[in-house]
């Protein structure tokens, strides 16, 4: 039976990062198999081919993207949560699927006015997500004000689909409510577009090369994704500044935004400048090919309650990756995964050599990875579960 999905975006959707990703890549993914599904967001944002995007209308100029949490979004949300209700009432809907916390809490009043089953797509906690992007103070009357707003829009799910196993652990050791409200859907990867190098690429790769300027006969260390504290972009400077060091052949390429003339600017004051070129923001649909630039990649997130899907990207290109020693990444990456103690930067700068110096073991790595990401993680394996869960409270609801 084909189903008709109400998304809620509470985002500038589509940007090239994170959460966007999961919204484009599950929504694809459903209206493959037949499925139906309209995303409400925000004014902002490109709209991806093949996609039914409803958006607020811009009532001024825009200012492009906002990472994260800002206090447009308390305008923002109320506006997105009439819209939704509004056209949602007139259009058939059988699942509610909401991103993020807010994107929940905006679609609770059509869930309820048309009985259907609400979903809340968990990427994260709600208030440590605010205070990564330093919307709320770790020592501020607000986390406690916030933590309640979170704890009720997960309550008012009928059932909270999390990013990663990791994160359904951390929900049900809350013990708040039924840990059979909680399912993992982790996040998956296009294996089919995200792939390993192959000799068909080297003309466009040795053109993308000679574009970025990274020298020749440098083995390539990349990164994509935002650039941010929390997101372990100092480290990676700082760790890049240890490498180069100790292997000067090395060379990193670091790609993402916001902030990325501040970052490149700190290289340069690391002495960096010949050794790490930033590229600023990368569209979604290139991606594939800056990634089989790279030789291996890294993940040096400090946040303990986000995902991090940019580690499926790089093991689906089959890089060999090092990242920090966090849930996600080491779920992600199994048994034999390149872990570095969080925060450490000598332990990261260490593991990343052992590749480095060693091209056998990053082969070997590299085709294990690719290997687990067609297994256990593509996005045609990853909407099935989805489905899964909207079969189940479907059912659940039409039993009350």
């Not at 240890?242 to 052949?249: M, R, T």
């Not at 700190?266 to 400048?273: D, F, N, S, V």
């Not at 991090?308 to 034999?336: D, H, I, Q, S």
């Not at 450490?344 to 290997?371: F, H, K, M, Q, W």
């Amino acid at each position: 039976m084909s189903l008709h999905v109400a998304m809620i975006a509470p985002t500038g959707f589509f940007a090239d990062y994170g959460c966007h990703v999961r919204i484009l890549e599950e929504a694809h993914a459903l209206q493959a198999l037949g499925h139906a599904v309209t995303i409400f967001t925000y004014p902002t944002g490109a709209t991806p081919d093949g996609l039914r995007v409803v958006r607020l209308p811009a009532f001024r100029r825009q200012s492009g993207a906002h990472v994260g949490s800002h206090r447009r979004k308390l305008l923002l949300d109320p506006l997105l949560a009439g819209l939704v209700l509004a056209r949602g009432l007139r259009q058939p809907i059988d699942v509610v699927h909401g991103h993020l916390h807010e994107g929940a809490a905006i679609g609770w009043p059509l869930a309820r006015a048309r009985r259907v089953p609400l979903i809340l797509d968990y990427q994260g906690s709600l208030t440590s997500e605010m205070v990564d992007h330093r919307f709320l103070s770790p020592d501020g009357p607000g986390l406690q004000i916030f933590g309640v707003v979170e704890r009720v829009i997960e309550a008012a799910a009928d059932c909270i689909v999390t990013s990663s196993a990791f994160a359904r652990d951390q929900l049900a050791a809350r013990k708040s409510w039924s840990a059979e409200r909680i399912l993992s859907v982790p996040d998956g990867v296009d294996v089919g577009r995200f792939r390993p190098r192959a000799p068909e690429d080297t003309p466009e790769l040795a053109s993308l090369r000679l574009r970025l300027g990274i020298p020749p006969n440098r083995l390539v260390v990349g990164y994509l994704g935002l650039l941010a504290e929390y997101q372990g972009t100092g480290d990676l400077i700082r760790a890049a500044r240890l490498v180069v060091d100790a292997e000067p052949g090395t060379h990193f390429l670091i790609m993402g935004y916001p902030n990325a003339a501040e970052y490149e600017h700190a290289a340069r004051q690391a002495g960096l400048a010949e050794h790490a070129t930033f590229t600023g923001r990368i569209p979604y649909a290139q991606a594939p090919a800056y990634l089989r630039l790279c030789d291996l990649a890294v993940a040096p997130k400090r946040s303990e309650t986000e995902g991090n899907g940019k580690v499926l990207n790089y093991m689906a290109t089959g890089l060999p990756t090092v990242a920090y020693a966090r849930g996600v990444a080491a779920e992600f990456l199994g048994p034999a995964a390149r872990l570095a103690e969080r925060g450490s930067v000598p332990a990261l700068a260490s593991e990343i050599l052992r590749l480095v110096r060693d091209a056998r073991s990053r082969r070997t790595y590299g085709e294990n990875l690719r290997a687990r990401a067609e297994q256990e993680f593509s996005w045609q394996r990853q909407v099935g579960k989805i489905l899964d869960v909207y079969a189940s409270v479907g059912a659940e609801a039409r039993r009350d």
